[in-house]
Structure formats: C-alpha cells, structure tokens
C-alpha cells in the first residue's frame, strides 16, 4: 500500500497554520514523525484519519498495493495518544466490538480479534476484564483494537509515552512486526522510538515538512553539515541540528 | 447491521444487560404487591399497572441507559473514537438493543404474577394491549434518554441525574392531569364502567415513540458529529423541538382521560323484592353484597326504603337519572369487602347520612343520636350489645319494620325525636 500526501494545508479558526503545503509518501513499514511541540503532528494525523478536513490538498491512498483482490475501501487504525477502555468488558470483547464498529461482519469477530490479541502478544489475555492489564498490556491492547479490522493504514500517536523501559521495548518489538505487513505511522517525541523502530522518518516544524528520509540520511545529513557532536546518539544530535536549523531560519 | 451480532456478543456481556432487566423486573413485582392479595383482579387495572409500574421501573431503566452509554460511547473509548465507520445507529442499537431486551423482558417477567392472577380470576374484559403498550413504549423511552443522557455526559457518572430526572419525570403525573398525555406514568386508573380514552392511549403511543426515535436522532448526531473537543449538544436540542411542540399540543388541548365502556354489563339477581345488581367486573361480589344488604333492608322494611335496588357503583353511569333515584349505589372492587359497605347502606336508610348534612355542628342533636341508634339496629339486629337507649334495641323485627313505617318520612328528614322513640 502506498499513502501519497500532496499540498496537504489546514488552518484552524483562529487563523493558525497548523499544516501547511505538506508533501509526503508513505510506504509500508514504519514511518517516524517528528516535531517539537506545536509542529503540527496531531493535525496531520487528525487529517489522515478523517478526524479533521484538509482545507486543501489531498490524501490518496493505493489500497491494491496491497490487497489487488479486493474491492473494499481502504481502513484506518487509528490509536490516539489518549485513549480509554471499558474495564470491566473482557479483552476479547473490546477488540471484538472495535472490529464490529469499524464495520467488519460479524462472522469475522473472533477471528479478527483473537489474530489482533495474537499480534500484540496477549492471546492468553482474551477473556480476562481490561481492568487486571499492566500499563504497557492496556497500550498493546490499544493497538490490538486498532488493528483489530486489519485496517490498510495504522496511525499510532504517541504509543509508547509513560510506559516503562521493558514495556517500551516490547511494545517497539510489536509495531516493528506491524510494520512488516502494512504501513504504520509513528508520532512521537522519543527518538529512541525512532531510531529503534521507524524506516522511515518525516520531520515536521511549524505546519511544514522540514524532512522526509531514512534515519540514515537524517544523520548523514547532519554530518555532512559538520553537525554538532557530544552526548546522545547520533540521530538525535542531527534531529536537534535539524530543529535548530529550522529555528534560525524563521 | 446483522441483529444477530447484537444478540450474540453485546459489548458488556448479558449479565449487565441482565441485572439491569432484573432490577426492572424487581421493582415491577414489588410495585404490584399491594395487589397479590385481592380476591380478585380486573383487567383494566392490570392494564394500568403496564404503565403505572414505571414509577420506579423507568428510573431504573434510565439510569442503565446513561450507564451504558457512559461506559461506551466516550469519545476516547478505543473503540467509540470520532468518526467511525460504523452506521450511528447500529452503534446505538449495538448497545440500545440488547438493553432494551433485557428490560422489556424483566418487566414482563415483573408482571407476569399479576397478569396471571388477573388472567386466573378476572370476570371481565381483557388487557388492554393499547395501554399495556405504552407502559412498555414508556420504558423504551426512558432508556432511550437516559442513553443519550449519557452520550452527551461522555461519563457513567450521569446515571444518577438521569434516575432523578426520570424520577421526576414519573412524580409529575401527580401534579393533575394537564400533562397526562406526555407523562410516562398515568396515575389516573380507569374505574369499571370506564376505560382509558382511546384517543389519549394513541396520542401518548404516539408521543413515547415520537420521544424515543427523536431523542435517539439527536443523540446518534452528536456521537456522529463529536471530536475530541466538547461540543454543545446542539442536535439534542433540534431533537427537544418537535417534542416541545407535542407538549404543547397536548397540554393545550388536554384530551379527556376517561370513556365509557360501553361493552359493560351487569350481572343480577332478586332478593325478597330488592334487584342487586354488579358489574360484571365485581360479579364475584354479588352474593356477598345481597348477604350483607338483604338482613338490612330486611329488618328495615323494603317498603320502607327509599330504594329497592342496589347496584354496583361501576353501574351508575349506565342507569338513567330516573331509576337512579330509587336505586342505592354500592362500593365494590377487588380491594374492598363486599360487607364493607353495608354500613353505609344502614346510614342511608336509617338517615345518618342526612343527619350529618343538618346538624352538621351539633352532632350530639338529639336526631343525630335516633338517627345512629337506627342505623346500629338495622346492622346488628335484635341480640345488638351496642348502647340503646332509644330502646330499638329490644324491638323485635316485625315491631321494627312497623315502628319504621309509621316514622318513615321523620327517619328521612332526620326529625327523629326522644318522644318518637319506642
């Protein structure tokens, strides 16, 4: 499947440019997208999931890249940063009840939940109620009801905030394995959720793609321009030339 | 939408669905307690109690609406978030449907005891399946908008609220009947010889259904129309409009309550002269009412009485203002003896009851005192250890109907004297 983005713009009431003239391609795999605070993320994503309008500009998504056979519209699974559960239903339900409401026929349920629980790693969870899961269990669960109608295009904001060092880690391990099977777009803060995770990586600064590449090419880039050097890794040395650079600029 | 889904795998599981049909179930059993006891049942209160019963049974029913609603339909629930592709509706019935199955049933279930009673002894008539109907249309329509009570609340904490709204809702058939029409709860209970007004039952179906569909469209277009931002519940208030307008309608032209049944009939035997006469309803009265009566006017003289029939008071708007005169009407229904009101037939004759309109502020008069006398005698015969100092006591029956006949026009009066007295 291939998503292309092109002069993607939307300006909210008050006259605030959150996204401006964005052109990006996205694949499948794991795409990163970066951006201080305020850059605009929350709004692409809103944009990419039908949440918001875009004022201009269009979203075209290549279903039968990867599903030629079928005829279906193409779906979005979509995880927001802040999202909730019923605690008393049971795993098996909710992801059920995701996949029904997300338009999947009824003979599929199961099947497409308990493959959900299965590709976050909580099968042996599915009849228990959401209310005896850890953190980092309700945040897989989470991308398991995102996932749970098998959609084209997985959006997951900011998944791995305020999970523990064990938890991030294994939550890194199952959205790299998503990303083996279908494109999935990554906001986040953590640069070590990138640098772990993402094929790729779109940089966004003011409403404003300020880059769209690799993490190679990011860093490349950075050294190349006789980036800064020290503490952190090498990615998240070029990120912060990148952002500084954007700065000065305007 | 396939309803199936609905039925075989509802979000919550059935046990919340089920307590919640329960404690409908419960509070509609109990509600009809006072009743179990009755000798008998009648048909058209048991068709009242459909919709009398959710004086507490649609708060319940609210309250589990807006629970249920508060615990799906945030809009940060992972599988409730904004624009789904889902169909609004099928999202509402998802959760609505097997809710409303499982409080419709639990009411039924609640009612069942008193349907059987009345099926197993009723002498008349037949549930009212008009009136039955708006009972259970009634406990849709609170669900529905303790539902949306909960859509626009996004929390399970309105639940609450929506039981006291609800409540408030059922309290307010108290206030009269200017709101009849629109108030889920009707505490006006038609009385044998009437029925509820056909006209009324259509108007208040109608308005329940019209209730429950536009509070469903207003609450299925602010979950359509939601982002993760608050919203004002604009669509619930284009809902509110067109009910508003019902209410008016209904309030302004207050359609009467009551009409008469015209399929009525009585059931009627004759006693040594005297034509007792029930409603059909009451025919399990008859023959404790005739022994009850018949010793009184026995011992009074039927040619004495101002009066030789007695019948049924359900029977009064059928029996013509002439016959009526001459025709005493008795208090029967299944919450009631049928010796109950025979005392009030021994006042009648004996002149109490006029007693009590002429010396209304005296009631040690002299008149008033004959007057009881009398009635005491005519209840307990000659063997009465009631005081007597009239000495009617000691009169024997035949000296009795004599010394009425010869004092029936001052007995009538209430101008009974010591100086009259045997």
Redesign the interface.
Request: no cysteine.
């Given at each position: 499947m291939r998503i292309d983005i092109t002069h993607l713009s939307y300006r909210y009431r008050r006259g605030i440019d959150a996204v401006h003239d964005v052109d990006l391609a996205i694949a499948d795999g794991v795409t990163g997208l970066l951006g201080p605070n305020g850059a605009g993320k929350t709004t692409l994503l809103s944009l990419l999931?039908?949440?918001l309008k875009p004022a201009s500009g269009q979203i075209v998504m290549d279903v039968n890249a990867r599903a030629p056979q079928t005829a279906r519209p193409y779906?979005i699974g979509?995880?927001?940063q802040?999202?909730?559960?019923?605690n008393?239903?049971?795993c098996i339900?909710?992801i059920?009840?995701?996949a029904?409401?997300?338009?999947r026929?009824?003979r599929e349920?199961t099947a497409l939940a308990q493959q959900a629980l299965e590709t976050v790693d909580l099968a042996d969870k599915a009849n228990q109620r959401i209310k005896s899961l850890s953190g980092g269990q309700r945040q897989r669960l989470?991308i398991a009801?995102?996932l749970a109608h098998d959609p084209d295009l997985l959006v997951l904001d900011e998944p791995t905030v305020g999970l523990d060092p064990a938890q991030r880690l294994r939550l890194r391990e199952t959205i790299r394995a998503i990303g083996d099977s279908r494109p999935v777009i990554l906001s986040t803060h953590l640069i070590e959720d990138v640098t772990h995770v993402c094929d790729r990586v779109a940089v966004l600064s003011r409403g404003r793609l300020a880059f769209d590449g690799t993490v190679t090419e990011l860093v490349n880039r950075a050294a190349h321009a006789g980036g800064p050097t020290g503490p952190g890794s090498a990615f998240e040395r070029a990120y912060v030339q990148l952002i500084d650079e954007l700065e000065t600029a305007q | 939408m396939n309803p199936s889904f609905l039925l075989r795998r509802p979000p919550l599981r059935w046990p919340t669905y089920l307590t919640a049909g329960l404690l409908v179930g419960l509070v509609a059993l109990l509600g009809n307690s006072s009743s179990y006891g009755w000798s008998y049942q009648l048909w058209d209160l048991t068709s009242a109690a459909f919709h009398q019963r959710l004086d507490l049974a649609g708060p319940v029913a609210a309250f589990a609406g807006a629970y249920i609603a508060g615990r799906l339909t945030p809009p940060d629930r992972i599988f409730s978030l904004p624009r789904f592709p889902r169909d609004a509706f099928a999202y509402a019935a998802s959760q609505l449907v097997p809710l409303t199955l499982a409080c419709l049933g639990g009411y039924l279930l609640g009612m069942t005891p008193l349907l059987v009673l009345t099926a197993q002894s009723a002498t008349y008539g037949r549930l009212d399946m008009p009136v039955a109907a708006t009972g259970l249309l009634g406990l849709v329509a609170f669900l529905v908008v303790g539902w949306a009570m909960g859509v626009v609340a996004r929390s399970a904490l309105v639940a609450p609220l929506a039981f006291a709204v609800a409540f408030v809702a059922t309290l307010a058939g108290y206030s009269g009947d200017a709101y009849a029409a629109v108030l889920p709860v009707l505490y006006i209970t038609p009385p044998l010889g009437y029925e509820q007004a056909v006209p009324l039952t259509v108007f208040r179906l109608g308005f329940f259904f019209a209730a429950s569909v536009l509070v469903l469209l207003g609450a299925t277009s602010v979950l359509r129309r939601r982002t993760f931002g608050r919203r004002p519940p604009g669509p619930m208030l284009l809902a509110a409009a067109p009910l508003v307008a019902l209410v008016v309608v209904a309030v302004s032209t207050r359609p009467a309550l009551l009409q008469e049944d015209l399929e009525a009939s009585s059931v009627c035997r004759t006693e040594n002269a005297v034509e007792y006469c029930v409603h059909q309803g009451n025919a399990r009265q008859l023959n404790g009412m005739i022994a009850s009566v018949d010793p009184v006017m026995d011992r009074y003289g039927v040619t004495n009485a101002p009066f030789d029939r007695v019948f049924d008071l359900s029977l009064k708007p059928s029996v013509p203002d002439a016959d009526a005169q001459t025709t005493y009407f008795y208090d029967l229904g299944p919450s009631l003896t049928p010796a109950g009101g025979v005392s009030n037939v021994a006042d009648t004759l004996a002149g109490v009851i006029t007693c009590l309109r002429e010396f209304r502020d005296r009631p040690d008069a002299p008149e008033m005192t004959a007057a009881a006398d009398l009635s005491a005698r005519l209840l307990n015969g000659p063997t009465s250890t009631a005081p007597a100092a009239s000495g009617l006591a000691a009169l024997t029956e035949p000296e009795l109907r004599t010394w009425v006949s010869q004092h029936v026009g001052a007995i009538r009066a209430c101008a009974i004297t010591d100086s009259d007295l045997p």
């Open positions: 999931t039908g949440i779906s979509f995880l927001p802040r999202f909730s559960f019923a008393e239903m049971r339900d909710a059920a009840y995701a029904w409401v997300h338009g026929a009824n349920l989470g009801a995102a | -």
